[in-house]
């Protein structure tokens, strides 16, 4: 009997099984494009205050973060095995931002204060769906994918160590340390043929990340150490403009 069910369950399927199935002709496992070009990364900071591990210290209290936007490069990867569907590799390499504490009242006449540096660099894969025809000269597309993000270069700015020491929290040399982030990542794109039978096209996309990760303060006391503890909201949106070249 249940011979005879799974027998019937695939009889019934074999329709739906006979469309899903893709065209051999369709199918070109040696199509890949490489992409060189310029990413501008808009960071998209949230408020969260920098705060001691139990007791809040009140000249930080409310503040939130504002992380500069900057220019650097990228370079990728796809592998088109299908007209609608590719896979994408990239790589977003080494933004300079600077860090300012916003809404920070120590200071009479100023609700800020210089915090830091911080360089990142991105690595991103992608799945690339694609809706229009091959023959078309744009080729606009959407793709999902997972972003690791790296947080080095990181360092104390000098009025931020000055504050530190002023204030009676630290008795030297304070430092900052950043992690990484693991997170999704989305994109929407384009790429545009420089005519028929040419493989060189130009590419436009715009992406989001979710990265975010803790910054933590570590400040000598006549004790021992003491710690600032925060979270950084990075989550970038990054234009990126490029030149790619179709094998």
């Known amino acids: 009997m249940k011979k005879l069910k799974l027998a019937a369950s695939l009889a019934l399927l074999s329709p739906a099984l006979t469309l899903a199935q893709i065209p051999v002709s369709d199918v070109d496992l040696t199509r890949f494009y490489v992409r060189l070009g310029a990413s501008f990364v808009y960071p998209d900071d949230d408020n969260t205050p920098l705060k001691y591990y139990v ?56 609700d800020n204060i210089e915090f830091g540096f911080f360089t990142t ?9 694609y809706w229009q025809d091959e023959s078309c000269l744009g080729q606009p597309y959407i793709g999902i994918g997972v972003n ?40 929407i794109g384009i790429d545009w043929r420089l005519g028929h039978g040419r493989r060189w096209l130009i590419n436009a996309a715009a992406m989001y990340t ?38």
Do not use: C
């Not at 006549?222 to 790619?244: A, F, K, V």
């Open 210 to 247: 979710d990265a975010d990760t803790d910054a933590v303060v570590t400040f000598p006391t006549r004790p021992g150490y003491g710690r600032l503890y925060s979270d950084i909201e990075y989550n970038p949106w990054t234009l990126n403009l490029g030149i790619t070249y179709e094998f």
């Open 121 to 129: 660099s991105s690595a991103n894969l992608f799945v690339n769906w």
């Open 55 to 110: 007791l809040q210290d009140w000249e930080f209290y409310r503040t939130g973060w504002d992380i500069d936007e900057n220019v650097t490069w990228n370079i990728s990867g796809v592998w088109r095995p299908l007209p609608y569907l590719g896979v994408e590799a990239m790589y977003i390499g080494s933004p300079d931002h600077s860090l300012t504490i916003t809404n920070f009242r120590a200071h009479p006449g100023r």
């Open 148 to 187: 690791y993000t790296d947080f080095y270069d990181d360092e104390l700015d000098p009025e931020m160590q000055r504050y530190l020491k002023t204030s009676g929290m630290a008795t030297g040399l304070s430092k900052l340390g950043i992690g990484h982030s693991w997170g999704a990542s989305a994109q």
